[in-house]
T-cell receptor, first 111, second 110 residues
Framework: EPEVTQTPSHQVTQMGQEVILRCVPI?????FYWYRQILGQKVEFLVS????????KSEIFDDQFSVERPDGSNFTLKIRSTKLEDSAMYFC?????????FGPGTRLTVT | GENVEQHPSTLSVQEGDSAVIKCTYS??????FPWYKQELGKRPQLIID?????GEKKDQRIAVTLNKTAKHFSLHITETQPEDSAVYFC?????????FGAGTILRVKS
């Protein structure tokens, strides 16, 4: 059964540094998403992406965040200047027309 | 704005008993309600979903009910087993995103 994959599984970075989180969505899916989950809290929507452009974004997704689909398989989330409060688990998800399937997540630790 | 409330926050049941988790949503335009199970350190996994054109859906020991008028939906797990222990999140689709409830920690005691 195809799955969403993410790399790295854990990323440690210093405050102010840039990080890129990578995702490979399920191959025939059309919609791609990033969510984050702060430890012990609920999953929060960041951004959705369709047809090579952002279709919706949350208040969390400010100017320090960007997404890109650089080729036919990868979907990336870039955080330009990380803050301590960006520490969280970041999940990528993809969907066809409805069900969203989540990747295993990247745990981002900002020190 | 869009909001999903989930109760209870924790639920302990004896193995073999039933578990019920309830959610309410705010936007009457929402039509799709998936439930996710998340084990410690793992990804949220879709376990069942329901659309607004049906009131109930069942898959083996798991069932979901939806009351669109009251904007309530519920997850029912029957004959609970220790492997059902996890955090369960309800969610509601708004536009191009899922909005999640705060989660229910389910503990099944053997």
């Amino acid at each position: 059964e195809p799955e969403v994959t993410q790399t790295p599984s854990h990323q440690v970075t210093q405050m102010g540094q840039e990080v890129i989180l990578r995702c490979v969505p399920i191959s025939n899916h059309l919609y791609f998403y990033w969510y984050r989950q702060i430890l012990g809290q609920k999953v929060e929507f960041l951004v959705s992406f369709y047809n090579n452009e952002i279709s919706e974004k949350s208040e969390i997704f400010d100017d320090q965040f960007s997404v890109e689909r650089p080729d036919g398989s990868n979907f990336t989330l870039k955080i330009r200047s990380t803050k301590l409060e960006d520490s969280a688990m970041y999940f990528c998800a993809s969907s066809g027309w409805s069900e969203q399937y989540f990747g295993p997540g990247t745990r981002l630790t900002v020190t | 704005g869009e909001n999903v409330e989930q109760h209870p926050s924790t639920l302990s049941v004896q193995e073999g008993d039933s578990a019920v988790i309830k959610c309410t949503y705010s936007d009457s335009a929402s039509n799709y309600f998936p439930w996710y199970k998340q084990e410690l350190g793992k990804r949220p996994q879709l376990i069942i979903d329901i659309r607004s054109n049906v009131g109930e859906k069942k898959d083996q020991r798991i069932a979901v009910t939806l009351n669109k008028t009251a904007k309530h939906f519920s997850l029912h797990i029957t004959e609970t087993q220790p492997e059902d222990s996890a955090v369960y999140f309800c969610s509601s689709e708004y536009g191009n995103k899922l909005v999640f409830g705060a989660g229910t920690i389910l503990r099944v005691k053997s």
